[in-house]
């Protein structure tokens, strides 16, 4: 199960996920897009927001009466909003939590009783935690607590024989990140990293590939950034991320 699965990161994992052998379930709000990377990697649509609890367990128990069970759980479905501290609002703050943090703990509470020993969960978090941007308002919170979160989860569910970690991208180019591409302060930037370039979405999911696979098979509640070594140079001018 791949949530975002629509497009960015989440498409680029359901295809690798495939490529491993698995049957995808491909988690998307948006329809068409679920739709499209289900036809793309022979899988399974789901069309859910995963702020919606009812929803999200209506596919779960899709999944529990078609498949039975379930072995990797990716947590990718997340937005960011440009905004100050000062345009922040109480509607917009509760929304981003649900949907980046509740959203992964709603699914992951769903699916945890299909969940086979030997399962894997990755949490998808992101660089913004080490050097939040000036103007993402709460969004580096959120991904903080989803690390909080993929902690807590590698704790209590370890025992299950589940393991549960999290993969922090930097810049990278996506629909949903297409725009900052545009401007001539991203591109400096992207040039001035140890690895000169923006991050693919594929750099991400060969990355989840290995947490999810037996190489992995010693490592939880770890996070592993994929970030051509941006945190290294600094963010540069922080206002090119997101
Ligand atoms: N692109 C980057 O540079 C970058 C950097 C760090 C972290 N991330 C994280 O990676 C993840 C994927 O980012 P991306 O760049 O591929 O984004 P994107 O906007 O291109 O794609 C996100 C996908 O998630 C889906 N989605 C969003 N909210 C949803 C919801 N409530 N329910 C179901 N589906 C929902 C969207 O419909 C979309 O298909 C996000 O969690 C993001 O925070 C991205």
Redesign the pocket.
């Known amino acids: 199960m791949i ?9 680029a994992i359901a295809r690798r996920i495939e490529k491993d052998g698995y049957h995808v379930v491909a ?4 329809a068409q ?2 739709e499209r990377t289900a036809e793309l990697v022979d899988g399974t649509a789901c069309v ?4 919606d609890d009812e929803s999200v367990g209506q596919c779960a128990a899709m999944l529990r009466d078609t498949f039975g069970s379930v072995d990797v759980l990716v947590n ?5 909003r440009h905004e100050t501290f000062e345009e922040g609002t109480e509607d917009g703050a509760h929304d981003i939590f649900d ?2 943090v509740l ?1 992964a703990w709603r699914i992951a509470r769903h699916l945890l009783p299909l969940f086979n020993p030997g399962g894997a969960i990755v949490n ?5 935690v080490n050097c939040p941007p000036f103007d993402l308002g709460l ?1 580096p919170a959120t ?1 903080a607590a989803l690390l909080g979160l993929t902690r807590q989860l590698a704790v209590q569910l370890g025992p299950k024989g589940i393991r549960v970690n999290a993969v ?10 297409a725009k900052a591409y545009q401007d001539g302060a991203r591109n400096r930037l992207l040039a001035t990293l140890p690895i000169p370039r923006a ?1 693919e ?1 594929e750099d ?1 999911a060969d990355v989840v590939s290995f947490l999810v696979g037996q190489d992995a098979r010693y490592i939880t509640g770890e996070e592993i950034r994929v970030d051509g070594g941006l945190l290294l140079v600094g963010a540069g001018d922080r206002r090119v ?2």
Do not use: C, E, F
């Not at 998808?124 to 913004?128: E, G, K, L, P």
């Open positions: 949530t975002g699965a629509g497009q960015g990161i989440g498409l988690l998307d709000r948006v897009t679920a859910v927001d995963v702020s990718n479905a997340g937005y960011w949907v980046n959203g998808v978090t992101s660089i913004a969004y991904k922090a991208p930097g810049l990278i180019r996506t629909p949903g990140s991050g979405p991400i991320h997101g």
